[in-house]
């Protein structure tokens, strides 16, 4: 599709390799999700959140998140001025389009909770006084793997659900890294985005994603896969209703940036890994021998994928 190929185009001068990011970032967007990024530190992740709101023309913001940080630090405050006599409204910096909630699991539990009502209602309330945040708006929050248990607060099931997909952000290639050093050397295509999609654009691309189309039968198979992960012997906890509706969505993404009119069922195996794999709890044996994405894996497995019959009607 001609919006991503342009999204793809421009990131790509600064982020080499990450084709696959920023198509799941733009699905995210047309649905207004928001995205857990996990990866090593060093990867990229803040220079791709700020490339990706660099080319919507967005609003950029980066919280740091220590376990002194206030939820008054990400909402914002009433302070009293003393010049005129009066309280003023500041707002915090989730009041933007693309915020970096950087490191959300060293953040204490209060604090994480504080972004629930912003992930979920898109507002915030300061004092009494409700803000509306801007459109578009995406909270991409970070994890470090390797720090999994120091000084950390693991981010709770409810929290989890609220993101509509979980990434794992892997080593480059050689010949990414071989770009990475090049363009560090001012060898490589640039060092800055430009803003290549519009607001007005964003907002038509989601009315459109709307009208994507999946039919009964494919529908029915998504829900068995949502199903069968509430009745697996090594799930504890399986995909909720909400989690079943971000794989609908995230599946007629998927379908939208293929340039077609409905679903298949390879949109919705392509999309389980991202969209519920961090929805899922392992029982404890499980846990020690696999990951959530290998039982899934096994889950699609076990469900007969529909054989087509008008998928588009």
Do not use: C, W
Request: overall charge negative; hydrophobic content about 40%.
């Amino acid at each position: 599709m001609d919006h991503v190929n342009r999204l793809k185009s421009e990131i790509s001068k600064v982020m080499v390799g990450m084709d696959s990011e920023v198509e799941l970032l733009t699905i995210s967007l047309l649905f207004n999700g928001h995205i857990l990024l996990e990866s090593v530190p060093g990867t990229g992740k803040t220079m791709l959140a700020k490339s990706f709101a660099n080319s919507i023309n967005g609003v950029f913001s980066r919280i740091q998140f220590t376990p002194d940080v206030l939820p008054s630090d990400v909402t914002g405050i009433q302070f009293f001025n003393p010049k005129v006599q009066e309280f003023e409204l500041r707002t915090g910096p989730i009041v933007a389009n693309i915020v970096l909630a950087d490191e959300i699991n060293r953040a204490t539990p209060r604090t994480q909770s504080s972004l629930l009502e912003v992930m979920e209602e898109r507002q915030v309330t300061i004092d009494g006084i409700t803000v509306k945040v801007n459109d578009p708006f995406m909270v991409i929050a970070t994890q470090n793997p390797v720090e999994a248990q120091q000084g950390t607060f693991s981010l709770p099931v409810a929290q989890m659900d609220r993101f509509f997909m979980k990434l794992t952000m892997e080593y480059p290639s050689l010949e990414s890294e071989k770009e990475i050093l090049k363009q560090a050397r001012g060898v490589g295509n640039g060092n800055k985005t430009i803003a290549v999609l519009s607001h007005d654009e964003i907002r038509e691309l989601q009315d459109a994603v709307q009208n994507i189309i999946i039919n009964d039968t494919v529908e029915s198979y998504l829900l068995q896969i949502v199903r069968k992960t509430r009745q697996h012997p090594e799930i504890d906890l399986g995909v909720s209703p909400r989690g079943a509706l971000a794989l609908m969505k995230a599946s007629q993404g998927q379908a939208f940036l293929e340039d077609r009119e409905f679903v298949i069922p390879e949109d919705i195996k392509k999309m389980v890994p991202y969209v519920l794999g961090h929805r899922v709890i392992l029982s404890t044996e499980a846990s020690f021998t696999k990951t959530a994405e290998t039982v899934l894996k096994e889950v699609v497995e076990s469900v007969p994928v529909p054989v087509e019959m008008g998928f588009h009607s």
